[in-house]
């Protein structure tokens, strides 16, 4: 874990779910370190209380040898979907030490990693400042609003997977201040 914190944890295979840690676990510390006969399903989170767990979850198919960050698919919020660096919080008053949030007590459902991926950074800065923009993605069902607001140098405004390939990405200018990025 990279913030210690509480958070409990299951993991569910094709024949149903186990819990497979709860409590509070120190920065640093591993939460669950564990192989499996049968494949993951998913993984899923939950936090009730407001000391906040922040940690990475990611799965290896290959015994061991490397291991992926997994994707979140229900339950959070921030500009990523990628648990490289989740927040599981029971509150939402943190929203700075993850891109990837599962806030007020959300049960959120994680995956393994999706194919099709789009990441959008502001880069440089901008001295009119901060550059303000609404982005949207059309993954084959229809566009849906994903990123939204006022971006810095070096923010990550958009980092999600999607299971088909995207079929468009809209980004457009909110306001007259410039936004510069990639």
């Not at 767990?53 to 979907?81: E, I, Q, R």
């Not at 490289?84 to 509150?91: N, S």
């Not at 939402?92 to 049960?107: F, I, L, M, V, Y």
Request: net charge negative.
């Amino acid at each position: 874990s990279n913030n210690e914190g509480f958070v409990e944890v299951w993991v569910e295979f094709g024949s149903g779910e186990v819990q497979e840690a709860h409590g509070r676990f120190e920065k640093g510390s591993a939460v669950l370190f564990r192989c499996y006969w049968d494949d993951i399903v998913s993984v899923k989170l939950k936090n009730s209380r407001s000391d906040g767990w922040t940690g990475t979850v990611s799965y290896s198919g290959d015994g061991g040898n490397t291991y992926l960050a997994m994707t979140c698919l229900v339950g959070c919020s921030g500009p990523s979907n990628d648990a490289a660096k989740i927040l599981v919080q029971g509150d939402s008053d943190e929203t700075n030490q993850a891109g990837t949030r599962c806030h007020n007590g959300n049960t959120c459902t994680l995956i393994k990693r999706l194919p099709y991926c789009i990441k959008i950074v502001t880069i440089g800065s901008n001295p009119s400042g901060d550059g303000q923009l609404t982005v949207s993605v059309d993954a084959g069902s229809g566009a849906v609003w994903s990123a939204t607001g006022s971006f810095a140098a070096d923010e990550v405004v958009l980092d999600t997977c999607y299971e088909t390939k995207n079929v468009s990405v809209q980004v457009r200018g909110t306001s007259s201040t410039l936004w510069i990025g990639e």
